[in-house]
Each structure stands twice: as structure tokens, then as C-alpha cells.
């Protein structure tokens, strides 16, 4: 990645300027969730006072869910990009590591599934 920029430097400012959109986008779109009512109190004589009892606790549990969700397989991600990269160096010297290198990514992968049984627990409680 580090020759690719060298050779094509507009390419840095090109992902800087997509990381800084995508950013955007995404703080928009929690501002947007965490402001609206979901229209389930639309049409109610004490519209604001059901806003307010049911839909923060249920829209918090599965906004809490994808935080949970997409922290772990961010988490598990970079664990097996830096595991990956040892198992597959110490099995180009040793491939009888196969194994042992194989349980170490393994583990690293078991990260997501922590963070995915976390919001099937938050969702089923939503």
C-alpha cells in the first residue's frame, strides 16, 4: 500500500476524502437515529409521552446491538490481518505449523462471534 501511494499520490487525498465522507455520513445517520420517534407515536392524543416511554429503550438496545456487532468484527478483523500475516510467514519456514497457526486465527476470528452473541442477548431483550 505504501509503494501504491508513493506512485499515485493523489490517490492518498482520494481515500482521505472518502473516509471524511463516509464519517460524515455516518455521524448524520446516528444524529438521525438517535432524534427521531420512528413514527410510532404518530397519530396519538399523548403522542409525546409513548415517544418517550417506548421507543428510546428499544431504538438504544439495537443501536447498542450494531455497536456490539460492528466494534467485534472491526476488532476481529485487524486481530486476523496481523495473525494471518504470522501464521502465513511462519509457515512458509515451518509448514508443519499449519496447525498450531490455523487455532491461532481461529481464535482471533472468535472475536466476532463474542460481539454477535452480545446483540442477539441485546436484541432479544429490545
Known sequence: MRDFLRRHPWAAVLLTVANVVLLTGAVALLIAILT???GFAAGRPDAAAAASQAVPANGSALLGAAIAVAGS????????????AAALAAMSERPELFGRAMVVVGLAEGIAIYGLIVAIILVGKA
Open 73 to 84: 468484527a472491526i476488532g476481529a478483523g485487524i486481530a486476523v490481518a496481523y495473525t494471518g
Open 36 to 38: 427521531s420517534d420512528w
